[in-house]
C-alpha cells in the first residue's frame, strides 16, 4: 500500500492533466500539417510522450522541487507531492532529471533535427522560467510571456515538425492557441496574487492591477477565439470546424466567476473544468477531422 501510494504520488508530480495540453497543440498541428489526410501515428506518439509524459513531466517536477518550500504556504500548491512530504525533495529532483532524459532520447531515436531544436528551445524556456538566477515567473511581462506564449508555440510546433520539416503553420492557427493559453495563463496568475505579493515576487499580477491584466486577458482571449473562427471561414479549416467554438460557448458560465473574479476561482473546480473542456474541443477535432 505504501509503494502504490509512493507511485501515485510521482505520477501526480509529473502532472498527467496537464499533458492534455501538450497532446492537444501537438495533435492540432499534425493533423493541418497533413492536409486532414493523416500521418504516421507512431511516429506522433512517439513524439507526444517525449514531449508531454517525459519532458514536460520532468519540467513540472522540476518547477515543485524549486518551489516545494513557498508552496508550502500556499492554499492549493501546499498538497502538492513534496510540499505535503509524499515525495521526497531529493526523490522530485531524481524524477524530474530522468524523465527529461529519457525524452531526450525517445528525440534522438526519432532521428528529427527540428524535433530535437524545439525540445531544447523548451527546456531552455523553461529552465529560464524556473530557476535562479533568472527566475523568469516572478519578473514583470517576461513570467507571462515565458509562460504562455513561448510553451504553447514551441508545443504546437514540436507537433508541426513530425510531419512537416518547415515553419508554414498558419498564422491563424497559431493566433488561435497562443491566445486562448495567454488569456487563460493571465487569469490563472492573477489568481496567486496575493500569494505572489507574500512572496515578494516583482510579478506581472503583482506590478500591473487587476484591471489591466483583465483587459489584456479578455483581448487575447477574444483574439483566440476570432482567430479560430477566421481559420473556418477563410478555408484554413473546413468549415464545419466553426461548431467547436461555438459549442464552446456554452460552457462560458461555468467561466463566469474565474472571468470575473479571478482571484476567486475554486482552483480544484476550475483544473477539472479546463481539461474535461479541452479534451472534449481536441476529441471534437479528431472527429471532425476523421469521421464527420
Known amino acids: 500500500m505504501a509503494f502504490k501510494k509512493t507511485l501515485l504520488a510521482f505520477v501526480e508530480l509529473a502532472r498527467p492533466l496537464e499533458w492534455s495540453k501538450t497532446f492537444g497543440n501537438m495533435v492540432i498541428a499534425a493533423i493541418i500539417a497533413s492536409g486532414f489526410s493523416g500521418f504516421d501515428w507512431l511516429v506522433f506518439l512517439a513524439g507526444f510522450l517525449a514531449v508531454g509524459p517525459f519532458l514536460w513531466g520532468g519540467l513540472y517536477a522540476l518547477n ?6 513557498k508552496d508550502k504556504k ?3 500548491k501546499k498538497l502538492r507531492p513534496i510540499p505535503s512530504g509524499r ?3 531529493k526523490g522530485g529532483l531524481l524524477f524530474s532529471l530522468s524523465l527529461i532524459l529519457i525524452a531526450f532520447a525517445i528525440a534522438f531515436a ?5 524535433f530535437l531544436v524545439f525540445l531544447l528551445a523548451m527546456l531552455l ?3 529560464l522560467y524556473t530557476m535562479k538566477p533568472f527566475e523568469l515567473k516572478k519578473k514583470p511581462f517576461f513570467d507571462l510571456v515565458s509562460g504562455s506564449l513561448v510553451n504553447p508555440f514551441f508545443r504546437f510546433y514540436s507537433g508541426w515538425v513530425l510531419v512537416q520539416q518547415n515553419f508554414s503553420a498558419p498564422i491563424e492557427i497559431i493566433g488561435f492557441i497562443l491566445g486562448v493559453q495567454f488569456g487563460g495563463f493571465v487569469l490563472y496568475r492573477m489568481s496567486s496574487k496575493e500569494h505572489e505579493k507574500e512572496m515578494e515576487y516583482k510579478s506581472s499580477v503583482v506590478l500591473f492591477g487587476e484591471k489591466n491584466l483583465k483587459i489584456v486577458s479578455y483581448a487575447a482571449l477574444a483574439f483566440g477565439g476570432f482567430s479560430y473562427i477566421y481559420a473556418s471561414l477563410s478555408g484554413v479549416l473546413p468549415l464545419k470546424f466553426v461548431w ?3 459549442l464552446s460557448l456554452l460552457a462560458l458560465p461555468l467561466y463566469w466567476t474565474a472571468i470575473t473574479k479571478p482571484q476567486a476561482i475554486d482552483m480544484g473546480f476550475m483544473y477539472k473544468l479546463i481539461y474535461i473542456h479541452y ?5 471534437g477535432f479528431l472527429i471532425l477531422s476523421y469521421v464527420v
Open 64 to 69: 515543485d522541487w524549486t518551489d516545494w518550500g
Open 74 to 76: 500556499h492554499s492549493h
Open 87 to 89: 515525495v521526497s525533495p
Open 110 to 114: 526519432l532521428n528529427n533535427f527540428l
Open 125 to 127: 524556456n523553461q529552465l
Open 244 to 246: 467547436l467554438v461555438l
Open 279 to 283: 479534451s472534449l474541443f481536441i476529441l
